[in-house]
Nanobody, 125 residues
Framework: QVHLVESGGGTVPPGGSLKLSCAASGLTYSDQCMGWFRQSPGQERERVAQVDRPGRAWYPDALKGRFTISRGDNGNNTLYLQIDNLKPEDTGVYYC??????????????????WGQGTQVTVSS
């Protein structure tokens, strides 16, 4: 059974940093396109970052520079999201997602078929 479990969320002041983790099990981690999405109350799920097996990463233009996605290797089946210079508008539930393909051909929530339960990030002073 496939599981994605996010962790690392919390409440931080504006300008702070967080590193989110997503532990993957029950899948061939090395053959996954993986991504991060976020959702705020009343908003649609928004793409944040994705990375394919060769390690190529994509970000929406509005988020480039503050978000960094990375994936563990050599048995470390964990996906990470480093968020720097956090802003109040970054508040939301952050979800990890996966699809069993080596290359990420689309950057959209509909492309992914496995999701974690989410971790809450709140940016507030």
């Amino acid at each position: 059974q496939v599981h994605l479990v996010e962790s690392g969320g919390g409440t931080v002041p504006p300008g702070g940093s967080l590193k989110l983790s997503c532990a993957a099990s029950g899948l061939t981690y090395s053959d996954q396109c993986m991504g991060w999405f976020r959702q705020s109350p009343g908003q649609e799920r928004e793409r944040v970052a994705q990375v394919d097996r060769p390690g190529r990463a994509w970000y929406p233009d509005a988020l480039k520079g503050r978000f960094t996605i990375s994936r563990g290797d050599n048995g470390n089946n964990t996906l990470y999201l480093q968020i720097d210079n956090l802003k109040p508008e970054d508040t939301g539930v952050y979800y990890c997602a996966a699809r069993a393909v080596r290359f990420c051909t689309h950057f959209a929530a509909e492309f992914f078929d496995t999701w974690g339960q989410g971790t809450q990030v709140t940016v507030s002073s």
